[in-house]
């Protein structure tokens, strides 16, 4: 794949995790890391590596905006993730691309150029 990315799943179902890094394997991605809270995916961000985040918007009841804002800051492209049933994301992401879950390989390539276009 001409495009493959390095790509920071942040998920905190084991299973939902697994699934992904299964897809983003079969489309040539190389998955960096999986994170299942807020403070590793932010410690995640600072070591940096990877090209693209994928953000389950709650992680154990935590909201995931503070990574966001993070990757924002470090101009690291993220989509997010979620599972339909929260509240809309704050306003300075209303243009991250959305994911909804479940995953299928027809959704997450669209979200991930999308990500990148942006």
């Not at 897809?23 to 070591?47: I, N, Q, Y």
């Not at 243009?95 to 991930?112: L, M, N, Q, S, W």
Request: charge should be negative; proline fraction near 8%.
């Amino acid at each position: 794949m001409a495009d493959a990315r390095s790509i920071l799943i942040v998920e905190d179902e084991p299973l939902i995790a697994m699934m992904l890094e299964d897809f983003l394997d079969s489309l040539g991605h190389k998955v960096r890391g999986t994170c299942e809270t807020v403070e590793c995916a932010l410690e995640e961000v600072e070591k940096g590596g990877f090209d693209l985040a994928i953000l389950d918007v709650n992680l154990k009841g935590e909201n995931v905006w503070p990574v966001a804002t993070r990757l924002r800051e470090k101009k690291v492209p993220f989509v997010i993730a979620t599972g339909g049933h929260v509240d809309p994301p704050p306003p300075e992401f209303n243009d991250a691309p959305v994911i909804e879950k479940p995953y299928t390989v027809d959704r997450v390539t669209p979200a991930i150029e999308a990500a990148f276009a942006g």
